[in-house]
């Protein structure tokens, strides 16, 4: 009481309340979020693309940018100072330049990726236009960007190159495939070995495109590919097979059939050698044996490559509603993540919200475990750990909200060590989740030490994104979770 | 002089009565009614007397107590003992003397009396048994004794001192006065503080009641006197200022003969007070100087003025209305009155000015206003302190989850906005107070327009202000008055 009349007494002399200090308080707050950008609309934290963190801010730097699905719009969130995120919003003339005028198309970017850290950025604009052909799909872009900062931290949102339907805007040659040109994109070294390329999925395809002279490659193995799939494409470069170039993965969940996934490597196809080279479909595979020969309609959902060096890389596969699969790339047996009865023993629970209720993971068979995977180190051992969604799973007593829980892939592999959520869940349409990337800070140079940068996940939502600099709970870990990379929290 | 004669021609008129026997002899001026009883007394002690002559002793005797009862005078009684003795009834001679003296003890002639009771039981005491004794008691021999008659004396006023014959004798009785007294020629002399002496002659009988009313007269001479100022048109008081001034100076008129107080007065003027002794059938001038009084008089009042405060020179001088004597010089002046707005005005006081002032009181603003916005600035400041402390309440939450792991409390909280809205309440709520506040103050402190008073000030000594002189005067066509005043 004492307290409250001096304070108040205090606040009389000094004008009154602050109402930045709810502001000040919570720019400290362990989870930032970037709630409902100007132009967008639904779907905001669903296409996330870390850009490599700026070398020029003193103090804890990140940059990210994410782009509307539903909507023409995209952003850069710049994360400096104390972390608190300042976002930067593409204007009109600038989305106009893109392509994304919105009397063009009310639809956004889908996918993006950067070729180097410094650009371009690869953006996938698979439904951008309406169909010119009549065929009743619209034909897609990809847009070449690049995202120069002055002196100020200011980035501009510079149009580079625009290739549509494989065809370039500006005069190039027609090329297949067709249809939703830029579904997923990424990079990768699949045709020319040392080279960047941008590897773009389409409805019946997937090609490689160069900035400058379009595309270099496309898929052969077209009637597989060419299946209309239930979900969106999912996309992963790596050198999954032995040879010099990378493969890319890509998968074809099909609803209520056996998902895929197929690795396409460049060249010769052997089984027709006659052929020019191209992307051909090297293997194929849907729920591994050696784990159980269910079909899972869901599998291929989303993709993760893990890579190991010099070894062939790891491939993580989504497969909801309720598991994602760990497939080695040196043949051992897939390790299998799912999100029911992998918490045993009790006592390795985690114990994180007392007022919510969530001890544990959803158990339901619905709750779309295995929607997005992701890699992220958050705990600062080098090792990144797996990110899964279960885009439909329970909060507390919230319905539907989305979670996302993290595993250690050196641990036991199937214990989440993190179990992360809105703290203000929205039911059944919140998808928190949608989106997962690593962000990666720059704080070495002031709270970390030196050469070391921190990674933190970032979660997309429906309306938003969450940065968790810290997470919750006290977990019985064999390592501490990285601390927070703000100044603040050291 | 034509005063003090016409003084002495009205002086009082006296009135004497004297009535002998059964009438009244002279007038008086203030006669009661006749006493039936006296009368019937008188009637029978009359009768008793014709008895007494005619040797009717026992008659007489029995007479003379019949007046006795009707009007019981203690001559009565020793009339009648000297019946009894006459009827030689020695043994009631000797009751009715004692009666007599028991009735009058300090009777003139108690001692003879006594005397006369004595000789009286010595011849009723039974003869001697021996030689020697007869031989040393001698008969008694008895002086010789006749009935004494009645005078009753009054006057107006009573309690008038009576002298015989002469005042140097002394002292004989004062009225009202009843007795015997011998039977022949008396002069009665009656004095009383205040009044004429009168003397007058009797001649008492004694068959007869001698009835004796006198009035004496006030000493009917006054003195005149006149009285000067150099002052004129001043006040003078006699005996009792409270009464009122009985004239202004110069003032002429008669007074009672002796000491007398004199005050003339006048405003701006120091009162002269005298003593002086009036004369009868003199006259005297007396002449009174009056000083300049050494300050100033300041009336106050004006309507609604009741009860108001007058402050000099930041003293409290008086309540309103009043007057309040002020020292020669500069003076600041203030009037508090309750409700109204204060006077306040400097005023300069010289010797002798009499200053009125008249306040015309101009009420202060009603503080309704300034209650309500008290009131609206404490209602909003609590509100204030309630919503800043719900703000501050949400704050420590907001950072209580911030600093618990547990929790993953984002920067888009919801309480973010919560609090926000707390604070910019409590902000506009003390802002509101404040200014209520402020409002409050400046009503309390809102004065409305000031009281004023209108000031008029006289100086006494000067000619009364507000005489006017009407002055004839002739022009060649006829005449008229010219009109001369000060104001």
Redesign the interface.
Known sequence: MRR?IL??SA??LMG????D???S?????????I?EPSGFATNVGRTLLPLAPPTDKPKVAARLLFAGTDAPSLAVADFNGDG?PQVQLASSDELGALGLSSDVSKNGISSAAWLSPAGPIILGMPNVFPDPQGQGTPPGRVAFLNLPADASGKVAFQYARIWQDGVSTDGAPSTQPRGHFGLAVARGQVTQGTTDEAIVVADNGVSVVSVTSGLSASSTCTGALATPPDLHRSLAVANFLSGGNQEIAVGLPVKGKAGQVFILQYGIDPANPTLPAGLFCARKFGVPNSVGNAAVGGFGTALAAVPHGAGLADLVVGAPPNQVYLVYGDGRTPKVFTNKAQLDPISRKP?????TGNSEPDNNNDSEFGQRVALVDIDGDGTQELAVTALQADVGGTPKAGKVYVYKLDGDGTTPIAV?????PIANTGYFGIGLAELEFNSSLACAPKGKDAHVLVVGDDL?I?T?F?????LDLTKPIASDPRCFAQ | MERLLKLASVSALCLVGVTVGSERVGLAQEQTAPDPALQAAKAQFEEAQVLYIKEQWDEAATSFLAAYDKKPFSSFLFNAAVALEKAKKLDRAVDMFQRYLDKDPQARDAADVKTRIESLKALLAPPPTTKSEKVSAPAAVLPSIATKGLVIIESKPTGATIYLDDKAKGTFATTPWQGSLEPKPVKLIFEAQGFKSEEREITPRTDKVVELYISLSEQHFLGWIEVIANVPGADVFIDRQEIGAIGKTPYTGHLKPGQHTLWVSRPGYQTAQKEIIVEPGTATTHTISLDTVAYAVLKAGGRDSKGARLMVDGTLACTMPCEHRLDPGDHQIVVQQEDMEAYSGKLTANRADETSLDLQFSPKPPRTKAWAWAVASAVSFSLA?WR??D??S??DQ??ND?G?????????????ST??????E??VL??VGAIAGLMSLWNFLEAGPPSTAAVNTVNRTGPDPKKLSLVPFGVPDGAGLAATGRF
């Open positions: 409250t304070a108040l606040l009389a009154g309340c602050n109402p200090d709810f502001g308080a919570l720019d400290k707050a362990p989870v930032q979020y709630g608190n114990e994180l919200d007392p007022n992360v959520y809105d703290s203000n938003g969450f968790f810290r997470f919750a709970g006290t | 302190i800043a402390a703000g501050m949400v704050n907001i950072n911030i618990n792991l547990t929790k993953f409390t984002n920067n888009s909280d919801s309480r973010r609090g926000r809205w707390d604070y910019i409590a902000d003390f802002g």
